[in-house]
């Protein structure tokens, strides 16, 4: 019911900051493609690539495009406090999604036409899959990961970056637990993507990429919009201190909070080195912090494990960022 709620309070949230990011750049080509797709059933060639048009043509059909990606925005949100569950107990968990969800380059970028929130959606979703495969690696939980990491590259290459240390513990945490057959086949899924991918883009672009993939970083603004992650260097810390002192040994339930902090903060920094490295923001974009925004439900995990070491200064970062949410809002 916490969850439900937490999903329902992001999602009202985030149609009200509808319109705050208007249609610029790339978000004009995916509403073309999908658009097209709806009315025509034609496929536009754009360096953008087709796979999220793909997605949101149906919702482009129904007219309901923005409040869709607000909802899969806030189900990314909803699935960090998932995640962070394996780390901390409530409310902490609860608390750490509604502090990032609600934080301004979420809130303005939840409704936009471009393919970050539903990237980091779909990498908190293997993320759950993935650790609950670590303690019982079944069918379900293995393949949902797979496929859930095989979906990202259709979306932007660039998001094979973040997917390489989910899909590597995928596979090695697969292996410990004596199910190579299982590692086997979940590699083989995503790779299997990849290659289509390539295949495809080869046919209709002539290259391994519908367009470029590299650009100039422009989202450090887009941090100092949300002074609530600083939470998660604490988190860092924990973690590092966590298993150099071999908690994991005396308390076992620590080794589960370890691989999940482990993981989030290395899909956090796969990303963080992504945008920095390669990815621009897009031309005209009002607001910075786009490229950031994949990296957001993985971080609600190490928030969520910095609120609870560090309740009174969580909150007072957590005021702060929900305070500038408020003053984009009005705005």
């Known amino acids: 019911m916490r969850l439900v709620a937490l999903g329902g309070l992001l999602f009202a949230v985030y149609l009200a900051g509808l319109g705050i990011d208007p249609l610029v750049g790339e978000e004009v080509t995916h509403t073309l493609i999908a658009s097209t797709l709806a009315d025509d059933g034609e496929l536009v060639r754009e360096p953008e690539g087709l796979g999220f048009g793909l997605l949101i043509a149906p919702a482009e059909a129904l007219g309901v495009t923005?409040?869709?990606?607000?909802?899969?925005?806030?189900?990314?949100?909803?699935?960090?406090?998932?995640?962070?569950?394996?780390?901390?107990?409530?409310?902490?968990?609860?608390?750490?999604a509604a502090l990032v969800g609600l934080s301004a380059p979420a809130v303005a970028h939840a409704g936009a036409v471009a393919p970050g929130m539903t990237a980091g959606t779909l990498l908190a979703g293997a993320?759950?899959?993935?650790?609950?495969?670590r303690e019982e690696p079944?069918?379900?939980?293995?393949?949902?990961?797979?496929i859930l990491l095989a979906a990202l590259p259709w979306l932007d290459p660039l998001l094979v970056i973040p997917a390489l240390p989910v899909t590597a513990a995928l596979y090695l945490w697969c292996r410990r637990?004596?199910?190579?057959?299982?590692?086997?086949?979940?590699?083989?899924?995503?790779?299997?993507?990849?290659?289509?991918?390539?295949?495809?883009?080869?046919?209709?672009?002539?290259?391994?990429?519908?367009?470029?993939?590299?650009?100039?970083?422009?989202?450090?603004?887009?941090l100092l919009w949300m002074p609530v992650l600083a939470l998660a260097a604490l988190a860092a810390w924990r973690l590092w201190r966590s298993r150099r002192e071999q908690i994991a040994l005396v308390i076992p339930a620590r080794a589960t909070a370890e691989a999940a902090g482990g993981l989030a903060l290395a899909v956090v920094g796969a990303q963080l080195l992504a945008a920095i490295a390669l990815i621009g923001e897009p031309p005209g974009d009002p607001f910075p912090g786009r490229e950031l925004t994949p990296l957001l439900p993985a971080a609600v995990?190490?928030?969520?494990?910095?609120?609870?070491?560090?309740?009174?200064?969580?909150?007072?970062?957590?005021?702060?960022?929900?305070?500038l949410s408020g003053w984009v809002l009005l705005g």
């Open 66 to 96: 923005e409040p869709f990606l607000a909802a899969v925005a806030a189900l990314g949100f909803v699935l960090g406090a998932l995640l962070a569950r394996r780390i901390v107990p409530e409310p902490y968990a609860s608390g750490g």
């Open 301 to 323: 995990a190490l928030v969520a494990w910095g609120l609870r070491h560090a309740p009174r200064v969580g909150a007072g970062l957590g005021a702060v960022t929900v305070a």
């Open 138 to 146: 079944r069918v379900p939980r293995v393949l949902g990961a797979a």
């Open 127 to 133: 993320m759950v899959c993935v650790v609950g495969a």
């Open 177 to 222: 637990a004596r199910r190579p057959t299982l590692a086997l086949i979940a590699a083989e899924v995503v790779t299997g993507s990849v290659v289509v991918y390539v295949t495809v883009n080869e046919q209709v672009y002539g290259q391994p990429t519908p367009g470029p993939l590299t650009g100039t970083f422009d989202g450090a603004p887009g």
